[in-house]
């Protein structure tokens, strides 16, 4: 079964980015990058993924002030969700940290950064 897994697995992508380290797959095909990983390339549907490992330096694409949050985020609002557009061309959708959300502006530099909780990995983004 080797051959048909993908390269990098969602759950090696939150491993490796609790590390700090944000990888993306580019499809050898085609050369489109993704990331979160996906099975198939979204341009030519093939499934020939090469890991690539990402700088985690980008820009807010755009970004939301979330000031009512699902419940288990209540506490934490108000919080920024940003699209930033990674160095490398692609884009990613993750929490803004330590910066004052009325200094957020599009194209403003920002730093991956790994923000764990009770064990759970989510994506988040400070000062670059
Ligand atoms: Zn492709």
Not at 55 to 65: F, H, L, P, V
Request: hydrophobic share 45%; aromatic share 6%.
């Amino acid at each position: 079964m080797a051959a048909t897994e993908p390269v990098i697995t969602l759950k090696n992508f939150f491993e490796r980015a609790r590390e700090g380290a944000l990888t993306a797959v580019r499809c050898g095909k085609c050369s489109a990058l993704a990331i979160p990983p996906k099975e198939f390339c979204e341009s030519c549907h093939q499934r020939a993924w090469e890991p690539v490992a990402l700088s985690g330096q980008g820009t807010i694409a755009s970004y939301t002030i979330i000031r009512v949050a699902p419940a288990r985020h209540a506490a934490e609002a108000p919080y920024a969700v940003a699209v930033v557009q990674l160095k490398e061309g692609v884009s990613l959708l993750g929490r803004i940290v330590d910066l004052p959300l009325d200094k957020l502006q599009v194209g403003l530099p920002v730093k991956f950064r790994p923000l764990v909780v009770n064990s759970q990995t989510a994506l988040g983004f400070g000062p670059a």
